[in-house]
C-alpha cells in the first residue's frame, strides 16, 4: 500500500474540479477573466486539440429572480461566475472539469464513454475495517492541503479587479467547508456591518437539493483521487426516529469528550480537528469575507439543544408526511412556501400540516439544530464531519421523492426564484459550472443509487455484509482451529488404542476396579422426589 508520502505527492499532478483552480487564480486570470487550463493530456486549454472541450464565452441566464434580493452588481456570487471569469471551458460529450480532464459523473474511461454506477450505504452496515478507513479518509483529507486550488478571502473589488489576487491555501476538506459557507454567507454592501441577511443561493429555495447533491458528488471524487480508492462512496446516516446522536462514537463519528460535554472525545480524531468559517457574526461586523484561519476546535453537543428551535430528531412519519408532498416547490419559493416538499425536506415547513415558516424547524434543520455545536451555523456547519452523513441521508429522501412522483423538468422554476435558484443559473461556487437544472434528476443518472432504496431482498443482504465480512476474517481461523482439534482428537484416540494392545490383560486396566475405586455416594441428587411423590425444585448442586 502507498504511503502517505507518496500519495500526497501524487496530488500534485492531479487535476481538481472546484473553484478556484491555481491556474485560474492569478492576476492575468482575473484580468482577463478566463479560466480555460491546459489538459495535462495534450497540453492544449480544455483539451481542445483532443476533442475534449473549448473555451467559450459564458452564457448566464437572463430570467427573473424573486423579490427577496432588491439589489444588483454587489454581491460576487451574482450570474455567477461572471465577476471572476467571463470565458470557461465547455466539454463536449460526456467530458467534465474545470479543463475538461474528467469524466461526467457516471462515466469513466479514456473517452469517457464507460457506465458506473456507485452505491451509498447506510454507515451501519459498514464493517468494521470500512468504518475504519472511512474515519481515515476523512481525517486525511482534513490533513492534507490541497495542491490543486485554493479559496478566495476578499472580494472581487477588494482585489482591485484582480491586480492584488487575495487566496488562501486549505486542506482538501476544508475546500468543501469554505464553499459551504460562501454559497450561504450574507451579502456584502459595504462597510463594517452592512450586510442582507435575507440571501443564500445554496439553502431557502428550490436549488437546496441540487446543489447539495452536486456538492456530495463533487466531495465523493476528490477523496477517490486522494486516496486512490475509485470504489469510495459516502456513506449515511438513516436518523429517523433516533433517540441520540447514534453516530457519535469515537469507532465512528467521535463521543462526548468527559472534560468538556461541548468537545470531542480525546479518542477520536475529530477532537484533533480545528474548524474555519464560522463566525459569521464576526464577518458581518467587519463587512468581511471569511479568511480562512482555524477558528478553534471543532464542536458538539448532541441533544442539549434549544428546544423552541426544534424539538427532536425527526421520525419516520414526518418523513413519510414530506414524500406524500407532490410539488416540488410552491408560492414565493422560499421559507414561506407551503406543501412544498423542498421547503419541508428543509425544514422550514412543518413535517405534519406542510405550512411554511414554521415556528420549529423540521427534518433537516432540525438536525443541525439538534448537534448543538459548530453543525449548528448553516455557514460552518461542513466543518463536523456528521455533516457529510446527514447530507447523504437528505439526498436519499430527496431521490426517493424523485422516484415516487417521477416529475417533469418543468417543475423545477425557471424564473422568480430566490437568486441563484433559477433553473439555468449556475451552482455559486463551483468550477466547472453546473446549472441547478442539471440535478433535477435522478441518481441513477449521475452514477449512484442507496441500498435503502433497493428491494427487501437486496437490503436484507445488505444489512448482512458487516457480519459476513468479519466471517470472511475469521474463518481460516477457525478452520485451523478445527484441523487441529481433529488431529488432537485422532491423535488421543491412537494413542489409547496403542496403550490398550500393549497393556492388555493387566489387572490394573479393569473398568469395574477403578470404577469400584473412585465411586463416590451421591448424597443430594440433582432431582428428588418427597414421600408425597411430589417433585421437589432443581437443585445444582452434587458432592465432588
Not at 412522483?405 to 422568480?416: F, I, K, L, T
Request: aromatic fraction near 12%; include cysteine; proline fraction near 6%.
Amino acid at each position: 500500500m502507498w504511503s502517505l508520502e507518496i500519495i500526497c505527492f501524487l496530488l500534485y499532478f492531479v487535476p481538481s474540479y472546484q473553484q478556484f483552480p491555481r491556474q485560474c487564480a492569478t492576476q492575468d486570470a482575473l484580468r482577463t477573466k478566463e479560466c480555460c487550463p491546459p489538459w495535462e493530456g495534450d497540453g492544449s486549454a480544455c483539451g481542445a486539440n483532443s476533442g475534449r472541450g473549448t473555451c467559450e464565452d459564458v452564457a448566464v441566464s437572463v430570467q427573473p429572480d424573486g423579490p427577496q434580493y432588491p439589489f444588483s452588481g454587489l454581491d460576487d456570487r451574482e450570474k455567477w461566475p461572471l465577476v471572476f471569469y467571463n470565458r470557461t471551458c465547455q466539454c463536449a460529450g460526456n467530458f467534465m472539469g474545470f479543463n475538461c480532464g474528467d469524466c461526467k459523473f457516471g462515466y469513466f474511461g479514456e473517452k469517457c464513454n464507460q457506465r458506473r454506477e456507485y452505491l451509498r450505504r447506510n454507515i451501519f452496515h459498514l464493517s468494521r475495517a470500512e468504518r475504519i478507513r472511512f474515519v481515515s479518509y476523512l481525517n486525511l483529507a482534513k490533513q492534507t492541503v490541497s495542491r490543486d486550488y485554493v479559496v478566495v478571502t476578499g472580494t472581487y473589488e477588494e482585489m482591485q479587479n484582480g491586480s492584488s489576487p487575495m487566496f488562501a491555501e486549505v486542506s482538501v476538506y476544508d475546500v468543501f467547508v469554505w464553499m459551504h459557507y460562501y454559497v450561504s454567507r450574507n451579502a456584502l454592501l459595504g462597510g463594517p456591518g452592512n450586510v442582507w441577511p435575507d440571501v443564500d443561493f445554496g439553502h431557502w429555495a428550490p436549488a437546496f437539493l441540487p446543489w447539495h447533491r452536486a456538492y456530495l458528488l463533487h466531495w465523493e471524487h476528490e477523496i477517490r483521487k486522494l486516496t486512490g480508492d475509485m470504489t469510495f462512496t459516502v456513506p449515511y446516516w438513516d436518523w429517523r426516529d433516533a433517540q441520540s446522536c447514534e453516530v457519535c462514537t469515537d469507532e465512528l463519528m467521535g463521543d462526548r469528550s468527559p472534560q468538556d460535554p461541548n468537545l470531542i472525545s480525546p479518542g477520536s480524531v475529530f477532537s484533533s480537528w480545528r474548524v474555519l468559517c464560522s463566525q459569521s457574526e464576526t464577518y458581518n461586523e467587519r463587512g468581511v469575507l471569511c479568511d480562512a484561519r482555524a477558528e478553534g476546535p471543532l464542536r458538539r453537543n448532541p441533544g442539549n439543544h434549544d428546544r423552541n428551535l426544534a424539538e427532536r430528531i425527526p421520525t419516520s412519519a414526518e418523513v413519510e408526511f414530506t414524500l406524500s408532498l407532490p410539488n416540488y416547490d410552491t408560492g414565493a419559493m422560499d421559507r414561506s412556501a407551503n406543501m412544498s416538499f423542498r421547503n419541508t425536506l428543509e425544514g422550514f415547513g412543518d413535517p405534519q400540516t406542510g405550512l411554511g415558516n414554521s415556528s420549529h424547524l423540521g427534518m433537516h434543520a432540525s438536525l443541525h439544530v439538534y448537534m448543538n455545536g459548530s453543525m449548528s451555523s448553516v455557514q460552518g456547519s461542513a466543518n463536523d464531519p456528521i455533516f457529510m452523513l446527514h447530507h447523504a441521508f437528505v439526498d436519499c429522501i430527496y431521490e426517493q421523492w424523485l422516484r415516487r412522483h417521477r416529475p417533469s423538468p418543468s417543475q423545477y422554476p425557471e424564473s422568480n426564484a430566490p437568486i441563484g435558484h433559477n433553473s439555468e443559473y449556475h451552482m455559486a461556487p463551483f468550477l466547472p459550472l453546473h446549472r441547478n437544472r442539471e440535478f433535477f434528476i435522478s441518481s441513477k443518472d449521475l452514477g449512484y443509487d442507496y441500498t435503502h432504496l433497493l428491494d427487501t431482498s437486496q437490503r436484507l443482504a445488505e444489512s448482512m455484509h458487516p457480519f459476513l465480512e468479519e466471517m470472511q476474517d475469521v474463518w481460516p481461523w477457525l478452520l485451523v482451529a478445527g484441523l487441529c482439534g481433529g488431529i488432537l482428537t485422532m491423535a488421543t484416540a491412537a494413542a489409547v488404542v496403542g496403550v490398550k494392545q500393549r497393556y492388555k490383560g493387566s489387572p490394573w486396566l479393569h473398568v469395574k476396579k477403578w470404577k469400584n475405586a473412585f465411586a463416590l455416594s451421591e448424597r443430594q441428587p440433582l432431582i428428588w422426589n418427597n414421600e408425597n411423590g411430589e417433585t421437589n425444585q432443581l437443585k445444582y448442586q452434587t458432592t465432588m
